[in-house]
């Protein structure tokens, strides 16, 4: 069905291909980068929006998941580049899809142990516990030798991808790219399947799910989890884009802008992600060539938008949200 | 290790608690008056260390960098309200995180275009530089012990003002009942004003304060923020008196574990990574405490009566 | 005499001074319409909260179906057979009328944990939600968010609801409420057919209904239940019309 909103998403999925194929084809390979910055932040965003948009769970502690995805890609190929084997005798590896793996399941399990505790409780108190879980994850990350600690790990060659030259910025492009697109339909499937009727009703109102006799903390934990896997899979990327991970993918500030691009883009919407790190990686571009405060225009243009314009940027260019 | 050394970590963590408290306590006042979430309560702390420098650098005087502290982030505080906070109070807590997020990197980046890159530096006041003799032959450094002095002399003044003021009598009407206190014909607009900048002014006192300690750099607000919310969330968020003992239990919790975790592991395993293990857990000390008290108590340990 | 479906014996619930419950006892027979009846403030909406769960007693013992179901969560109890409307309507409101029911119905199904099948191509949740939408007059709204429903149009939302989880007692607070002349007795006759299906406690303002349905009526006032009977021993009690009917009669 053609909608306005399906429209727009549908230009923006476009966009973000044929900018960077163009980009490539006139040898600004730059550009690309940038387009894979955009797809990664969008990932990494449209993982919290499971949590955020659709089960109303203002996480800030969702760069604890970003970094954890960060460091498996880091811990990994430091340990396969070494041949030195980790705990319990393994190997490390250079191959992208088993970081992934191994990347979402640490997330998984993490996310399982601060949502179980965090989710008994909500509004505020939820905010600021998933905010002083991450910090703890970041302490622990700077205080841990083994890995870097405060000056992180590079990662020295870009992990691989079978039948691919991951090196090549295009070719990572499209890894990335086929990531984000998966993971939003992976987004539209849940949101529109009896999990995600259950989580968003438990968002509208949690009484009513209890009183058909759904366990909302059940529902919030599974939306919790699956939320911080999506999250570190991208945060698994972008270290492979930087080619280099350190604490600062824990940050608070980290947290903060994941929901900064959600905001930006549209609470809620499937496209929201995509279209808050498109513009956010456009301001930083434009801004940041401009002054190197440009932080600062940042906050202003942020407080403008949750004062004035709560729809994001798809509620100005699709309208209100509608749902089934 | 010995009784003095003890005597001396269990003061810093007093100190530290002490601090926390100053923060915590204007978190959790805003939150129980206004249900506000503030996270650029951090940028007030900065902006009265940096206030306390600048003017103590061009005057020569501590005391009077003291004074342009509480000044500044007071005004600080008063202007953020009247021109953002108040379109907050009726917003989810999305709402607030998102735009007082904003007010930090407007905060942050504002103060480095002010002041530059680079930190600034607070000395001591002559009057309390110098250390005191403790039982068991530990010194102590005097300007820490006036800290402690300054949290507990706040503390009393805070109870003090909320418990038998005017003020507070609207504080605690504000906070169980913003109908009732409107009914009453409060201005509540003007109350909620100055209730933010109260909180400003202990945040930026704090920051002062702890700006002879450390350095005064962009920035300096944020871990405190965080330990303050930590400490409310162990408290229960709104209770003032939640906000004191979980500062004392998270500063002397923190402070201790840092010095008594490489020790301890030292009798089990080798020094060098006693130090690197015993470091890095006790950096999450804190966090577990706050998980455990949780897991028991989901509202903290003194849950205001009408929440 | 029948096993009780739903027996509360000595509920007491205070909120700070107030005894909004004050040692209540009170049963629901199988095939029985039970209204509770009382002025505003007596304690109904806090009894019908703390038998579904969303309210803690201070003490007292609630046995639901033979068994006691007094630690059980609200889910948990719904999961046994409770179904329940609530006075100030409750509902995902940005949901279509639809897609509220469905929520029920792949609730009693027992399984909320399907990730990847679109629910609104889903026969086995579509169609006996629409089906009880028919059955309370309100397919035509199907597609309307809960929000844009009228008042009464809520409320037979949460009476679909209800009938959807199949229950085994329906609890049901001032389903009248707002309704018109019109909604109220189309409503009655509705509520007649469905004690076929399980026992109802119906707190309810409507005395013409109330008098119209009620196998037997509990007065509750200050907390206290002060009689219980039938219609005609109720309107025949004293205190009871001191206390309550006198302003109504
Ligand atoms: N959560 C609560 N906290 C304090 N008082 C309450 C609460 N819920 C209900 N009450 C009080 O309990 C009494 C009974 O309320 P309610 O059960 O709603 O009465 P009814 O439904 O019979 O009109 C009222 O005085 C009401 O103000
Ligand atoms: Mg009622």
């Known amino acids: 069905m053609l909608t306005r909103e399906n429209t727009v998403n549908l230009v923006l999925a476009l966009l973000l291909l044929v900018a960077p194929l163009a980009a490539n084809a006139f040898g600004q390979p730059f550009y690309v980068t940038l387009a894979t910055r955009i797809a990664i932040l969008a990932l990494a965003a449209l993982g919290l929006n499971l949590a955020l948009g659709l089960g109303g769970l203002v996480s800030f502690g969702h760069a604890a998941f970003f970094g954890i995805g960060g460091y498996a890609a880091g811990i ?24 992934w793996i191994v990347a979402v399941i640490a997330a998984g399990l993490v996310a399982l142990a601060i949502g179980a505790i965090s989710l008994r409780t909500s509004g505020v108190y939820f905010i600021m516990i998933t905010l002083a879980f991450a910090q703890m994850v970041y302490y622990f990350a700077i205080s841990w030798p083994a890995y870097g600690g405060e000056d992180g790990l590079s990662i ?27 993971g939003i339909g992976l987004f539209a499937l849940i949101r529109a399947s009896r999990f995600g009727t259950a989580l968003q009703a438990a968002r509208q109102n949690e ?19 699956i939320s911080a896997m999506i999250t570190a899979l991208a945060g698994a990327l972008y270290a492979d884009l930087n080619r280099f991970v350190s604490p600062s993918m824990l940050s608070w500030h980290m947290s903060g802008e994941l929901i900064v691009l959600i905001i930006l883009g549209g609470t809620g919407r499937l496209f929201g992600p995509v279209a808050g790190a498109a513009l956010y990686v456009a301001f930083e571009f434009a801004l940041g060539g401009l002054t190197e405060r440009w932080q600062f225009f940042l906050g202003l243009i942020l407080l403008g938008v949750v004062l004035f314009a709560r729809g994001g940027l798809l509620g100005l260019l699709a309208g209100k949200a509608k749902h089934g | 290790m010995t009784i003095a050394l003890a005597l001396e970590q269990l003061l810093n963590g007093i100190q530290l608690g002490v601090m926390l408290f100053l923060m915590a306590a204007g978190l959790t006042l805003i939150f129980g008056v206004m249900g506000l979430i503030n996270l650029a309560h951090g940028s007030l702390y900065m902006v009265g260390a940096f206030a306390c420098a600048a003017v103590a650098a061009w005057t020569g005087s501590f005391w009077l960098g003291l004074i342009a502290s509480l000044a500044c982030a007071a005004a600080a505080g008063a202007i953020v309200e009247l021109a953002v906070i108040r379109r907050l109070y009726d917003r989810d807590h999305l709402d607030q995180v998102l735009a007082t997020f904003a007010l930090i ?50 503390a009393l003044g805070l109870y003090l003002l909320i418990g038998k003021t005017r003020l507070g009598m609207r504080i605690r009407a504000g906070e169980s009942d913003r109908e009732m206190i409107g009914a009453l014909g409060v201005d509540i607009r003007t109350l909620y004003t100055l209730v933010f900048a109260l909180g400003s002014a202990l945040a930026g006192l704090a920051g002062a304060l702890v700006g002879a300690l450390q350095s005064v750099q962009v920035g300096m607000g944020e871990p405190v923020l965080i330990l303050a919310f930590v400490v409310i969330v162990i408290g229960g968020i709104g209770s003032i008196k939640g906000a004191l003992y979980g500062a004392l239990l998270v500063g002397v919790t923190d402070t201790l574990g840092r010095f008594l ?27 577990v405490v706050m998980a455990v008290i949780l897991a028991v108590k989901p509202r903290g340990l003194f849950p205001p009566a009408h929440a | 005499m029948v096993e009780p479906v739903l027996q509360i014996d000595n509920l ?5 001074a107030l005894r909004a419950t004050d040692g209540v006892s009170i049963d629901l027979r199988p095939g029985e319409i039970h209204a509770l009846i009382g002025p505003n403030g007596a304690g109904k909406s806090t009894l019908i909260h703390q038998i579904c769960g969303t309210v803690r007693p201070d003490s007292g013992t609630i046995r639901f179906a033979g068994e006691d179901i007094g630690a059980l969560n ?11 409307t609530f006075q100030v309507s409750s509902l995902a409101p940005e949901f279509s009328a639809l897609r509220n029911v469905m929520l029920a119905v792949q609730a009693k199904q027992g399984s909320s944990f399907g990730f990847f099948r679109p629910v609104m191509r889903d026969r086995s949740l579509v169609d006996p939600a629409m089906a009880i939408l028919e059955r309370v007059g309100l397919a035509d709204r199907a597609r309307l968010p809960a929000a844009e429903l009228s008042h009464g149009e809520r409320r037979q939302l949460e009476i679909a609801m209800a009938l959807a989880l199949q229950s085994k007692a329906f609890l049901l607070d001032e389903p009248m409420a707002g309704m018109g002349p019109e909604g109220s007795k189309r409503l009655t006759g509705f509520l007649d057919a469905l004690r076929r ?36 021993e109720i309107r025949s009690n004293p205190t009871v019309r001191t206390a309550y009917l006198g302003d109504h009669a």
């Open chain 1, 76 to 99: 990994l190929s430091s340990h396969a580049l070494s041949y030195e084997p980790m705990i319990f005798g393994l190997p490390g590896t250079v191959q992208m899809p088993v970081i």
């Open chain 1, 156 to 182: 020295l060659v870009r992990n691989q991808f079978p039948g691919l030259n991951t090196m090549k910025p295009l070719s990572f492009f499209l890894v990335c790219y086929v990531v984000l697109l998966a």
């Open chain 3, 74 to 84: 609200t889910a948990e109890r719904a999961q046994k057979g409770l179904g329940r």
């Open chain 3, 12 to 16: 007491v619930k205070a909120f700070g």
């Open chain 1, 207 to 225: 009484t009513r799910v209890a009183t058909v006799g759904i366990h909302p903390y059940r529902i919030r934990l599974t939306g919790f989890v």
């Open chain 3, 197 to 232: 299906e399980a026992p109802i406690l119906l707190v309810e303002h409507d005395m013409d209904a109330v008098f119209a349905l009620a196998d037997r009526i509990s007065v509750l006032v200050y907390g206290k239940v002060i009689a219980t009977g039938t219609v005609d």
């Open chain 2, 105 to 154: 990197l407007i905060f942050s980046e504002g103060t480095r275009w002010l002041f530059g890159d680079f930190p600034l530096y607070l000395d001591i006041p002559a009057l309390l530089q110098g250390v005191v003799t403790l039982p068991g032959d530990a010194s102590y450094p005097v300007y820490r012990l006036a800290i402690i002095a300054v949290g507990a002399l706040i």
């Open chain 2, 261 to 287: 975790l490489p020790q301890f592991l030292a009798l089990f395993v080798d020094p060098s990574q006693a130090g690197m293990i015993g470091g890095a857990m006790a950096s999450m000390l804190i966090y």
